[in-house]
């Protein structure tokens, strides 16, 4: 359902375009350039503005709709492009060797140990 409306947003969005351009404006529009009258219009002198008008308003009426729709279809999902990924893997190569488990609390207490202050280094250790 969501492809459908999706496929006909896009259409109605591209014919509310064409519709647009042929419109004539007070004095320039796509298909009466150079400031011609209404009566080089597409379909004739009269009809043309009000046919293309209506059918405007009636373009915009539905692609408002499926805006919504679409919205409203969509937001019911909570799914996220992250979600679909995979979870990332740890290469045998680069996993640590197995230690025992006192060997792995002092190299840990070893990392999380403070560097030496400058008053540590500057006294001479006692012999």
Known sequence: MTNFIGILHIIVALVLIVLVLIQDSKSNGALGMGGASGSNSLLGATGAQSLASKMTVWAAVIFAVTCLSL???TSSQTKSVVDSMPLPTVPAAAAPAETAPAA?????A??????ATPAATA???KQ
């Open 104 to 108: 792995d609390a002092n190299a840990a």
């Open 110 to 115: 070893a990392t999380a140990a403070p560097t």
């Open 123 to 125: 006294t001479p250790a």
């Open 71 to 73: 919205s409203i279809l």
